[in-house]
T-cell receptor, first 112, second 110 residues
Framework: DAGVTQSPTHLIKTRGQHVTLRCSPI?????VSWYQQVLGQGPQFIFQ???????GRGNFPDRFSARQFPNYSSELNVNALLLGDSALYLC???????????FGNGTRLTVT | DAKTTQPNSMESNEEEPVHLPCNHS???????IHWYRQLPSQGPEYVIH???SNVNNRMASLAIAEDRKSSTLILHRATLRDAAVYYC???????????FGKGITLSVRP
């Protein structure tokens, strides 16, 4: 069975640019969440979407936005990139309720 | 989220059991205890979760103290592939909003 897939795997952008990261959840999973992991730290929650609606938002600026499509795939958008946005961006999917999260292997974003 | 405390690191020998501790003294009666691990260059991977009684699955066992203020993840026979960062998490609002700490880095010696 295919797991959570993220694209691209690596990305290099310059300050001020915009980036779009993509995530395809496990088939049948309707919840998608996004996390940012800076080197040496644990992942930090950014967003959760369920049935195409935002269900949670972490402590991130408005430069970060996301959406979920009818097929439950999701995009994370970051505007006006800063050097501090360099990180591993992780997507996770889950079924509803108390089911565990299934993470992809992330997109490594480098901002120069 | 209720705070968890884990040692920074632990070392183990291959094929020996490993006990990874987690303290969560402010846990509430409805908080589940979740464990995830993250292998190098990969996303986190769910390991196990429990509420009150001990839990077993194919990956590990979770031993929960009677007062629920601590728990221990048990890997029965460590392999080199078990070298990873292990996170003990108590989700509150929803299982999708997990608060990861720094976790405990497990090294396995051949």
């Amino acid at each position: 069975d295919a797991g959570v897939t993220q694209s691209p795997t690596h990305l290099i952008k310059t300050r001020g640019q915009h980036v779009t990261l993509r995530c395809s959840p496990i088939s049948g999973h309707k919840s998608v969440s996004w996390y940012q992991q800076v080197l040496g730290q644990g992942p930090q929650f950014i967003f959760q979407y369920y049935e195409k609606e935002e269900r949670g938002r972490g402590n991130f600026p408005d430069r970060f936005s996301a959406r979920q499509f009818p097929n439950y795939s999701s995009e994370l958008n970051v505007n006006a990139l800063l050097l501090g946005d360099s990180a591993l961006y992780l997507c996770a999917s889950s079924e509803a309720g108390l089911s565990p999260l299934h993470f992809g292997n992330g997109t490594r974003l480098t901002v120069t | 989220d209720a705070k968890t405390t884990q040692p920074n690191s632990m070392e183990s020998n291959e094929e020996e059991p490993v006990h990874l501790p987690c303290n969560h003294s402010t846990i509430s009666g409805t908080d589940y205890i979740h464990w995830y691990r993250q292998l190098p260059s990969q996303g986190p991977e769910y390991v196990i979760h429990g509420l009150t009684s001990n839990v077993n699955n194919r990956m590990a066992s979770l031993a929960i103290a009677e007062d629920r203020k601590s728990s221990t993840l048990i890997l029965h026979r460590a392999t080199l592939r078990d070298a990873a960062v292990y996170y003990c998490i108590l989700p509150v609002e929803a299982n999708s909003k997990l608060t990861f700490g720094k976790g405990i880095t497990l090294s396995v010696r051949p």
